[in-house]
């Protein structure tokens, strides 16, 4: 029997969902190995199990926690996917500042009308068995995961810098130009993209387990950031991880 | 007869974000038609504050996957604007080659993938990969084309890479845009034709309704106005980009976490058929052609026609894109390096059509470049107050259908709009009190 697939969306900016529409070619292939049996974002059915369920975005409300337990409940695999599952991503900026000057900022003296928690990853939550990073999560590293699950392999996981790919496509890199790059701390899996185009990587695939934050820091302040601009720096899509 | 009626369509689908639908009705009185929006707030103010103006763009894309080519390009020149960055013509006509794109792109994933379903009956295009293959296989083949103007011009088409503040950290080579040029007359030209083709075969499913309201966008003398232009009301008058605030009169409502607009009227509409209406007559003629093939008269009243302007708009982005890249090469391209000195610190307000519409950011910097005030009136918000008044007009029009049917209508009526959930719950709009 195929695998019964669902995909699921809680706070983000369903980037990752839309890069999936767009494996054009790959996705009518994939298709045809499992049951896709719930895609809110494209689709109206809905169904009650699931053997892979891959989540997108970050738990933000009560209503949220209480939908992923849910979920967990009736589902055989949970895959995170994207930054904002994996590691809360760029939502988790907000954690950063008193949550109480943040309501009240935009609701004014409306600023309990809607409940809001710290923006957590699926992880905090709930047990997730497999990861897919980055922002928007890498196609290929969805489809290679895809693929394992499908066939019932073990999906790839990467624990070593962007730096290692970086250096193997030959890049020119970009610290050695003065840029501020985070790739030396940052997990790969994305085949250097930025830095192959120029732009220095912003850390959108999380840290390294064994990061050294102050070495990475001592980096961007030689480079010309003050340390609050540095830390600032870290935690745009790592503020879940990075204490202030 | 005196009906009673409640729908209360939760999450709908085939939308971007999160919403309701909510209609009562009490012994043939309408008490309440509106969309609720119920996407958990994301707080990008809290974001924002205090970051430095080459991250602005990089943050504010995240607003919303679908329109982040959108928010990036907007955001951009809001940077430019506030800070004094002077940007090249190469640049210019790049981020228009990549607005073109975006439109196409998005165009068609609405069209295609998220509306054509409901005029085929259809639950979602994954069954007419079946019964539809060549239509399926042709909307995806379109997709990929604007896919790859994306990727080969900003380095991906989600969040994309190169474009920063005063330029792009990689210029596309002469090889690369002459294989997408090839590819956009060979490919992108005819699937534009076939596409008009297959929506004047499914016309007879778009719903007949009409409410006439006021109609906003960009215009702008020499071209159909997506990357710039002046603020264009069908009420009459066109303003500056700089007095936005104005024209979008913000409000909150209590049935949403986003906030509504409205200028002259009680509600605006914004997108695919606002431009139409303001701007038809700068339309390449063969997009003026489809739209005849298509019954689309300058002046539509109905909103379910917006799917259709869509369809117009990406042959005429198809032909727009070809001039764009002939221009870029007949000047030949040369390795810029981005302008990112600022000339002054200070407040900058740019505006873009989006594939939904009309987009406003408007950002305040010290002089650190970094961010002490921002906000972004997002397309979707500026048409929810239209959507619920289309809403209250329509209902007692169908009442006498079933209600499958009239949630239906309700339904195909938000998906025509092509709302995006997640951008219009992005709050923005706030002064930092304590920076
Ligand atoms: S990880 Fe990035 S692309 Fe994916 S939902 Fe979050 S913000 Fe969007
Ligand atoms: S450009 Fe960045 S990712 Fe590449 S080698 Fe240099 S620091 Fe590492
Ligand atoms: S290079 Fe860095 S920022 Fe770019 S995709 Fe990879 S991890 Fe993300």
């Not at chain 1, 699931?50 to 209480?66: H, K, L, N, Q, R």
């Not at chain 1, 999380?206 to 010309?224: R, S, V, W």
């Not at chain 2, 009169?249 to 914004?270: D, G, I, L």
Request: proline share 5%; glycine share 6%.
């Amino acid at each position: 029997m195929k695998p019964k697939v669902a995909f699921f969306d809680f706070t983000g900016c369903e980037g990752c969902q839309l890069n999936k529409l767009n494996f054009e070619n790959e996705l009518l292939d994939l298709l045809a190995h499992v049951d896709l049996v719930e895609f809110r974002e494209a689709m109206d059915e809905t169904s009650d199990e699931y053997d892979i369920t891959f989540v997108e975005g970050s738990i933000t409300t009560p209503a949220c926690v209480e939908r992923i337990h849910d979920i967990r409940r009736r589902t055989k695999v949970l895959v995170a996917l994207g930054a904002c599952a994996v590691n809360g991503g760029i939502n988790a900026m907000k954690n950063i500042q008193p949550i109480d000057a943040v309501r009240e900022a935009v609701y004014g003296k409306d600023k309990y009308r809607f409940a809001t928690l710290p923006a957590m990853p699926v992880s905090a939550i709930v047990a997730v068995d497999h990861e897919v990073r980055g922002c928007p999560m890498s196609q290929p590293d969805f489809l290679q995961l895809f693929k394992a699950l499908v066939m019932g392999k073990k999906p790839p996981t990467y624990n070593y810098a962007v730096c290692v790919e970086c250096k193997l496509s030959e890049n020119e890199c970009l610290l050695t130009k003065g840029q501020v790059c985070l790739g030396p701390v940052t997990r790969a899996g994305c085949e250097a993209i930025c830095p192959g185009v120029g732009q220095a990587c912003i850390g959108c695939r999380g840290f390294i387990e064994d990061m050294n934050q102050e070495a990475m820091l001592n980096i961007l302040t030689e480079k010309g950031l003050s340390v609050d601009e540095a830390r600032k720096r870290l935690q745009l899509f790592n503020a879940y991880e990075v204490a202030v | 007869m005196k009906k009673n009626l409640d729908i209360n369509v939760h999450h709908i689908t085939r939308v971007e974000g999160h919403g309701n639908i909510i209609v009562n009705m009490r012994d043939g009185v309408l008490e309440k038609a509106h969309l609720n929006i119920v996407e958990p707030p994301r707080f990008f103010e809290a974001m924002l504050k205090g970051r430095s103006f080459t991250e602005a763009a990089i943050i504010t894309s995240r607003i919303c996957g679908i329109c982040s080519l959108g928010h990036q390009i907007t955001s951009l020149k809001t940077t430019e604007a506030a800070l004094g960055l002077e940007v090249s013509e190469q640049t210019i006509l790049l981020r228009k080659l990549l607005v073109n794109g975006a439109t196409i792109q998005s165009n068609i994933l609405h069209a295609y993938f998220l509306a054509v379903p409901d005029f085929l009956d259809a639950p979602s295009v994954f069954p007419l990969i079946a019964t539809n293959k060549d239509v399926v296989l042709r909307a995806l083949r379109m997709k990929r084309l604007a896919n790859d103007i994306a990727d080969i011009v900003s380095g991906r088409a989600v969040h994309p890479i190169t474009p920063v503040p005063g330029g792009f950290t990689r210029i596309p080579s002469r090889d690369e845009l002459l294989h997408l040029k090839e590819r956009i007359v060979t490919e992108g030209l005819p699937d534009a034709v076939e596409t008009v083709e297959t929506m004047k075969a499914l016309a007879d499913a778009i719903p007949q309704f009409e409410r006439e309201t006021e109609y906003i966008s960009l215009t702008h003398d020499d071209e159909y106005a997506l990357y710039d232009g002046d603020i264009c009301s069908s009420d009459g008058g066109t303003f500056p980009v700089e007095d936005y605030l104005n024209v979008t009169n913000e409000f909150v409502v209590e049935h949403s976490t986003s906030k509504h607009a409205r200028n002259k009227r009680e509600a605006y509409m914004v997108g695919a058929l606002a431009r139409w209406n303001n701007n038809y007559t700068r339309l390449t003629e063969s997009a003026r052609d489809a739209a005849e093939t298509l019954g689309l008269k300058p002046q539509c009243y109905n909103p379910y026609m917006n799917t259709v302007a869509q369809v117009i708009e990406v042959a005429h982005c198809m032909e727009e894109s070809i001039c764009i890249i002939e221009e870029l090469l007949g000047r030949g391209l040369k390795a810029e390096k981005p302008n990112q000195i600022p000339t002054r610190y200070g407040r900058g307000i740019a505006a873009t059509e989006v594939p939904r519409g009309i987009l406003f950011h408007d950002y305040t910097y010290d002089n650190r470049g970094q961010i002490v005030a921002a906000n972004c009136v997002i397309p979707t918000g500026q048409n929810l107050a239209n959507v619920d008044a289309d809403m209250q007009k329509l209902v007692p029009e169908i009442v006498n259908k079933t209600k499958p049917e009239i949630t239906h209508h309700l339904e195909m009526l938000v998906r025509a709009y092509d709302p995006c959930i997640s951008c219009s719950v992005h709050i923005l709009d706030v002064e930092f009190k304590d920076s």
